[in-house]
């Protein structure tokens, strides 16, 4: 880019007179043979000889066109006017920046569609156009300045080419801003504010929240003994009933899958176990499906509402509510008494 900021001071002396002193002829002419009204190139510069006079007349361009004071030439970045200071200098002056076509006056802002710009005259004396922030519908936002929009915070970063672009710079959650790599709870899911490339963030689903404690993807935990499983799917949580807890005589838990059946209790009262599947409430239960009587060597399966003789004494199956309960009918009239407590023989 060419500045032009010269200035041509000359003296020509003809015969020991100065140059621009009146002759005493009437000619008008100039010293040096210069006749009146012929014009005198200097530089960037060029002059007239008028009523003997060398006067100042106007700039050349660097197309060595002529153009006179007062008159405007655009380069590529900034438009240039020809002036003629109050010392009689001639020079060029930045007199504005050049944006699309468009002239814009030191000091002068306007916009487009994505950024808003300022003509700004530099230290060195050049003036350019400077981005001076973004545009959000309609809104100017300076650079390094923050904004929020629905889940995110967005920061007016300056481009490579001089342009400018609001990027998501953190998450926020219930009016809460929350630092790329900080994470956060919000119902039963936890999250964590994640960057993704170099111009995105994303709130990302980490896994599930129960009873206070943060559970990772595949994580399993125990809920009145149904068991419950952490899964993400499509950046979602979704908790999945998986099966049932079985605490055996030693206290430990044994994990049941649903449609399992297990028989478990203290003989001689036994009972069948099996772990169902509530689609109604996305649950599970655990349900008594058979009463199992367990005496010396031998086990026998009593369905409920019927009982069995064993070694002279009616037991029977009995379905009380939720749950199944064995009972023993005695003595000679042990099968007529099972029958009057509702039982049949199996």
């Given amino acids: 880019m060419k500045q032009f900021n010269s200035v041509i001071c000359f003296i020509v002396t003809i015969s020991g007179l100065t140059l ?41 361009t660097d197309e060595l066109k002529h153009i006179e004071i007062g008159t405007t030439v655009d380069k590529k970045r900034h438009r240039l006017q020809c002036v003629l200071g109050s010392d009689g200098v001639l020079s060029f002056e930045l007199v504005s920046c050049l944006h699309e076509g468009a002239a814009h006056k030191i000091g002068e802002q306007w916009e487009d569609s994505k950024n808003f710009y300022t003509c700004k005259k530099l230290d060195n004396g050049d003036v350019r156009s400077i981005t001076s922030g973004c545009i959000d519908q309609g809104k100017r936002v300076s650079l390094n300045e923050k904004v929020t929009k629905e889940d995110f915070v967005f920061i007016c970063n300056e481009t490579a080419n001089n342009g400018a672009r609001l990027v998501p710079s953190e998450c926020v959650k219930d009016g809460r801003v929350i630092n790329v790599g900080d994470s956060f709870e919000a119902g039963n899911a936890w999250s964590t504010c994640t960057r993704i490339g170099r111009e995105r963030i994303a709130a990302k689903v980490m896994g599930c929240v129960n009873n206070g404690k943060r559970l990772n993807d595949g994580d399993r935990y125990f809920e009145n003994d149904i068991i419950y499983e952490c899964n993400i799917n499509d950046g979602k949580i979704e908790v999945r009933t ?105």
């Fill in 20 to 60: 621009g002193a009146p002759l005493d002829g009437t000619t008008g002419d100039c010293p040096g043979g210069l006749i009146n009204g012929a014009l005198l190139e200097r530089g960037s510069f060029y002059y007239q000889c008028r009523d003997s006079m060398i006067v100042p007349k106007g700039c050349i």
């Fill in 242 to 346: 998986v099966g049932c807890a079985e605490h055996d005589e030693r206290g430990a838990v044994v994990e049941r899958r649903l449609g399992c059946t297990w028989v478990g209790g203290q003989g001689p009262f036994q009972y069948e176990w099996a772990c169902r599947y509530d689609e109604a409430k996305k649950t599970a239960n655990k349900v008594q499906i058979t009463c199992h009587y367990k005496v010396g060597n031998g086990e026998y399966v009593i369905t409920p509402g019927c009982f069995r003789i064993v070694d002279k004494t009616a037991v029977g199956c009995q379905q009380e509510s939720s749950s199944l309960k064995l009972q023993l009918f005695q003595g000679d009239k042990a099968e007529q008494t099972a029958s009057s407590a509702g039982l049949h023989a199996c």
